[in-house]
């Protein structure tokens, strides 16, 4: 007698729960689901098989995603003087399949273990999804199918630009299935990355003045998070002649491409916030995910630019937020030219950091960066430092030590003496 097994399934009747063993077929390695057999093998019939075979792939077809129906195939077969109907499931190409009620959650998803349909892990669910939809995440589909869209929709709608169902699975907010991706999360309201602002007293990060943190849709979030900067970039004026010269703290370009890199070039594969740290003397925008691979910090500064989030970026661009790839870098710089300092940018493996200098701190002081600070700090200890101490004490490469040294020897802090692997670095007089 015929047994159940990891591709065999026997139903005596027609019931919902065969869409969760077709859904585990599908998703493991195919199978065929035999209506019309008692568990323990025994045929008993199927009484009315043209209308059971209608139920079962209309309920197939209505309550599974994606679609499965291609790789569904009905089947009438006597069996003892008895009708049964047999389901011939496929491995899917689309995995992983759900209950369209529960979504690409472990009540949702299911495979076949043995003789046993059963709930997929949500490590499971992410494996499949990564092997279905590639590693780039804005592609993936979204584990959350109950997204939102009124805060992008107001933006879509003052740019007078389209934001149907057709228009958003052209910029890959959803699959030709309808099935929302990470890019469209990203643009939701149920957006789950945040960004986290902090202002400091003084220079600092020891005393709290104000913090925020900001949820929702990426467009929203962009417009909240430069509004609260805005609050914090105060007006300076002078008086030179009969006029009045206003400036104020932080070039207003300067601040919105720098929020743009935060959010059109982190890495979202990460849960951490994007971080805006507000002091006296220096604003910082740091990011998860270091530069694109194949893409070096001096093609950066070039404006050469490979966008870690292709879509997203299209997104900003179509709503005129942005102007073309590379060009944030080189205008922030540009933004600099007539005060004297530049912003500071530093890269490792998994993080970026912008860090823009308060222009009217800076008129009467050097600003220097955080880790060019804690550099200085070694001489109050020795004498003379080395590179192998840079390295050590920010956690960082020798290119990076390299830099670090060369700014504070352009900020006339420090010089160097000998050369070659003997040389020294010794605090200026």
């Given at each position: 007698?015929?047994?159940?097994?990891?591709?065999?399934?026997?139903?005596?009747?027609?019931?919902?729960d065969?869409?969760k063993t077709?859904i585990?077929?599908?998703?493991?390695?195919?199978?065929?689901?035999c209506?019309?057999?008692?568990?323990?093998?025994?045929v008993?019939?199927?009484?009315?098989?043209?209308?059971?075979?209608?139920?079962?792939?209309?309920?197939?077809?209505?309550?599974?995603?994606?679609?499965?129906?291609?790789?569904?195939?009905?089947?009438?077969?006597?069996?003892?003087?008895?009708?049964i109907?047999?389901?011939?499931?496929?491995?899917g190409?689309?995995?992983?399949?759900?209950?369209?009620?529960k979504?690409?959650?472990?009540?949702?998803?299911?495979?076949?273990?043995?003789?046993?349909?059963?709930?997929?892990?949500?490590?499971?669910?992410?494996?499949?999804i990564?092997?279905?939809?590639?590693e780039?995440?804005e592609?993936?589909?979204?584990l959350?199918?109950?997204?939102?869209?009124?805060?992008?929709?107001?933006?879509?709608?003052?740019?007078?630009?389209?934001?149907?169902?057709?228009?958003?699975?052209t910029?890959?907010?959803?699959?030709?299935?309808?099935?929302?991706?990470?890019?469209?999360?990203?643009?939701?309201?149920?957006?789950?990355h945040?960004?986290?602002?902090?202002?400091?007293?003084?220079?600092?990060?020891?005393?709290?003045?104000?913090?925020?943190?900001?949820?929702?849709?990426?467009?929203?979030?962009?417009?909240?998070?430069?509004?609260f900067?805005?609050?914090?970039?105060?007006?300076?004026?002078?008086?030179?002649?009969?006029r009045?010269?206003?400036?104020?703290?932080y070039?207003?370009?300067?601040?919105?491409?720098a929020?743009?890199?935060?959010l059109?070039?982190?890495?979202?594969?990460?849960?951490?916030?994007?971080?805006?740290?507000?002091?006296?003397?220096?604003?910082?925008?740091?990011?998860i995910?270091?530069?694109v691979k194949?893409?070096?910090?001096?093609?950066m500064m070039?404006?050469?630019?490979?966008?870690?989030?292709?879509?997203?970026?299209?997104?900003?661009?179509?709503l005129?937020l942005?102007?073309?790839?590379?060009?944030?870098?080189?205008?922030?710089?540009?933004?600099?030219?007539?005060?004297?300092?530049?912003?500071?940018?530093?890269?490792?493996?998994n993080?970026?950091k912008?860090t823009?200098?308060?222009?009217?701190?800076?008129?009467?002081?050097?600003?220097?960066?955080?880790?060019?600070?804690?550099v200085?700090?070694?001489?109050?200890?020795?004498?003379f430092?080395?590179?192998?101490?840079?390295?050590?004490?920010?956690?960082?490469?020798?290119?990076?030590?390299?830099?670090?040294?060369?700014?504070?020897?352009?900020?006339?802090?420090?010089?160097?003496?000998?050369?070659?692997?003997?040389?020294?670095?010794?605090r200026?007089?």
């Amino acid at each position: 007698m015929i047994q159940e097994s990891s591709v065999l399934e026997f139903k005596r009747d027609y019931t919902s729960d065969i869409n969760k063993t077709v859904i585990a077929f599908a998703n493991t390695n195919g199978g065929t689901i035999c209506v019309g057999i008692e568990d323990s093998g025994v045929v008993v019939g199927v009484s009315d098989v043209d209308n059971t075979m209608l139920k079962i792939s209309n309920s197939i077809r209505d309550t599974i995603k994606p679609d499965v129906t291609l790789f569904v195939e009905y089947q009438q077969e006597r069996v003892n003087n008895s009708v049964i109907i047999k389901i011939i499931v496929q491995k899917g190409t689309s995995c992983p399949y759900y209950l369209a009620s529960k979504g690409i959650r472990p009540e949702g998803v299911y495979l076949r273990q043995g003789v046993s349909t059963v709930p997929a892990t949500e490590t499971a669910i992410l494996k499949m999804i990564k092997e279905t939809d590639g590693e780039k995440y804005e592609d993936i589909r979204s584990l959350n199918q109950e997204l939102t869209f009124i805060e992008a929709k107001k933006e879509f709608e003052a740019q007078n630009v389209s934001f149907g169902n057709s228009e958003q699975k052209t910029l890959g907010l959803m699959t030709i299935d309808g099935i929302y991706t990470n890019l469209g999360l990203l643009l939701s309201d149920q957006c789950v990355h945040t960004i986290k602002l902090a202002v400091f007293e003084g220079t600092a990060k020891a005393v709290f003045k104000d913090r925020r943190e900001f949820s929702g849709s990426l467009l929203k979030q962009l417009q909240d998070a430069f509004d609260f900067i805005d609050r914090y970039n105060r007006n300076n004026s002078s008086v030179e002649g009969l006029r009045r010269i206003d400036n104020r703290d932080y070039p207003v370009e300067a601040v919105r491409e720098a929020l743009l890199n935060a959010l059109v070039h982190r890495d979202y594969s990460f849960s951490d916030s994007t971080l805006v740290s507000i002091f006296d003397d220096r604003i910082e925008f740091t990011t998860i995910g270091g530069l694109v691979k194949g893409i070096t910090f001096n093609d950066m500064m070039l404006g050469i630019s490979v966008a870690r989030n292709r879509k997203l970026a299209n997104v900003f661009y179509r709503l005129t937020l942005i102007e073309a790839y590379g060009t944030g870098m080189p205008k922030i710089i540009r933004n600099y030219e007539n005060f004297g300092i530049r912003p500071e940018i530093e890269t490792t493996d998994n993080a970026f950091k912008i860090t823009l200098p308060n222009t009217n701190e800076a008129s009467s002081t050097i600003f220097l960066s955080e880790n060019e600070a804690i550099v200085m700090k070694l001489f109050t200890e020795k004498e003379f430092i080395v590179r192998k101490d840079v390295e050590n004490v920010l956690d960082i490469s020798q290119t990076m030590a390299i830099r670090v040294l060369k700014k504070l020897i352009e900020h006339d802090k420090i010089k160097a003496i000998g050369q070659g692997k003997s040389i020294k670095y010794m605090r200026e007089a």
